[in-house]
């Protein structure tokens, strides 16, 4: 996996870079930018950084893409899109993280390119072995906990999520619910990290919100 400033990264430290994982909602904008928002999650430590948009047009979000990516280059921290794959390709992004439903995942590997890192997320360990068979790099699992930020999300229970870590070689990241009051449930089910939506990005001070869960995470995975 190559990295948009060149950089090779190995298994490992793909890995790594999983701890803590800031997946943005302009939901929780209020009177400060998107771009704002990630600088502080990014100062407070973030280690990979999924730029998520539902409603934006395609040149609005092209364009909100290369300044957050220049962002995250600065902080060298992954930067992948969530879905849109196309897009991801034509910023040259670090990669795409994409779900069941929105296109195959062998296709997804083929258009981004073996250099590139490949998300996908699974709810059970057959879809978990799957999807790192066909060319998954790393698999978000959730929700782990009750979550506002989406409505049709099922549940995964912890048994499962531990289940589908011991299923696969690759990087595991839980997602759904996460706070700093429940991450320590997750202690021992073996993901490598935590993706995290409204914990940082709904809190009055994201940087102080990040540092505080990147230290939990660090004591817990």
Request: one cysteine or more; proline letters at 1%; hydrophobic letters at 40%.
């Amino acid at each position: 996996m190559k990295l948009s400033n060149g950089k090779k990264m190995s298994l490992a430290e793909l890995e790594k870079s999983l701890l803590l994982y800031a997946v943005t909602d302009r939901a929780w904008t209020k009177d400060v930018s998107l771009y704002e928002q990630v600088e502080q999650t990014l100062k407070g430590g973030t280690t990979f950084v999924q730029l998520r948009e539902k409603d934006l047009s395609y040149e609005d979000f092209l364009q909100e893409g290369k300044e957050i990516q220049e962002l995250c280059k600065k902080y060298q921290v992954p930067f992948v899109i969530n879905d849109n794959v196309q897009l991801a390709k034509e910023l040259d992004a670090d990669g795409v993280h994409i779900g069941q439903d929105d296109m195959k995942i062998c296709d997804a590997r083929n258009l981004i390119g073996s250099n590139k890192i490949l998300g996908v997320s699974v709810q059970t360990v057959e879809d978990a072995i799957f999807a790192e068979k066909e060319g998954a790099d790393y698999l978000g699992v959730g929700a782990v906990f009750s979550t506002s930020t989406k409505l049709d999300a099922v549940d995964v229970s912890y048994q499962m999520l531990k289940e589908i870590c011991a299923a696969v070689k690759i990087p595991v990241v839980a997602i759904g619910g996460i706070n700093k009051n429940n991450m320590l449930d997750l202690q021992n089910s073996g993901i490598c990290g935590v993706a995290v939506v409204s914990a940082i990005f709904a809190e009055d001070d994201i940087e102080k919100a990040t540092i505080d869960l990147l230290k939990i995470a660090q004591s817990v995975f």
